[in-house]
């Protein structure tokens, strides 16, 4: 563990070195800045100066009626996402190293599992501080909202880590199979995916022609309202099955958005 360690410091310590050459030529410096003031004027200043805004607190009230609908909507596209992944593999396949850090190594005594914990170490680097500063600027401002926003965000991104991770190890162990078990293999791995997302999207087809109904009424003059919209998707919310397909996606984006 000391070596796996050691070994994603080096990683690390190089595409710092690497981050801050880039930095010294004018187009990446000015890109930087350029973000970080996009970032100040867009994320922080609108937080900052409507914190005591009556009509921003009657917006913050208002849109608390839709948290549940929002967490609803996010584990449909988690759901679709990672089967996406599963269905149509792209990207390439193996593990993901530099020049620079092939030469340190190659040399080094480490075990495939050891190269597969390194990769998984060092892509959370970014995934932490991606996590921290999203929670930042969109948590309550207590250390309770701070802390589930964290963890769920954080969940989020290292499961389409890992996911993309084991695909591609799966994919790789498949390769290196022979005869009909490569065939087996594959096919089991999209029956799997592929049932998953037709349940899934057979589901949801109900629910969209619903709304698509109920738009074309608003459209025509007809008495459709807002709420009949909403009532539909708190239909869907509450269908059965589509709660099984989503249990595990929704205790992922459940700790996004607080109502309190």
């Known amino acids: 563990m000391r070596t796996l360690f050691y070994l994603a410091g080096r990683s690390l310590r190089g595409r710092a070195v690497r981050w801050l050459r880039q930095i010294r030529q004018p187009k990446y410096a000015v890109g930087s800045l350029v973000l970080v003031v996009w970032v100040l004027l867009v994320g922080v200043r609108p937080i900052l100066t409507n914190v005591d805004d009556l009509a921003f607190m009657g917006f913050v009230d208002e849109f608390k009626r839709f948290i549940p609908l929002i967490r609803f909507g996010a584990a449909i596209l988690f759901a679709i996402v990672l089967t996406v992944m599963w269905v149509v593999p792209l ?65 989020i991104f290292s499961i389409f880590e890992w996911s993309s991770r084991f695909r591609a190890m799966h994919f790789l162990r498949l ?7 490569v065939r087996v293999g594959y096919g089991i791995t999209m029956a799997v995916a592929a049932t998953y997302g037709i349940v899934l999207v057979l589901r949801l087809r109900r629910v969209v022609v619903e709304v698509q109904q109920t738009l074309l009424t608003v459209m025509d003059g007809g008495n459709a309202r807002l709420k009949d919209i909403l009532d539909v998707l708190e239909s869907a919310r509450q269908d059965a099955v589509l709660t099984i397909l989503l249990k595990p996606f929704l205790w992922v984006a459940g700790p996004l958005m607080t109502e309190s």
């Open 91 to 155: 990207g390439k396949l193996g593990l993901p190293f530099h020049q620079a850090e092939l030469h340190i190594l190659l040399p080094a005594p480490v075990t495939r599992r050891n190269l597969i914990q390194l990769v998984m170490l060092r892509a959370q680097v970014p995934i932490v501080l991606t996590a921290t500063i999203i929670s930042l600027l969109s948590s309550d401002g207590t250390g309770g909202g701070f802390a589930r926003s964290w963890i769920s965000i954080w969940l």
């Open 175 to 181: 390769r290196s199979l022979r005869g009909s078990a």
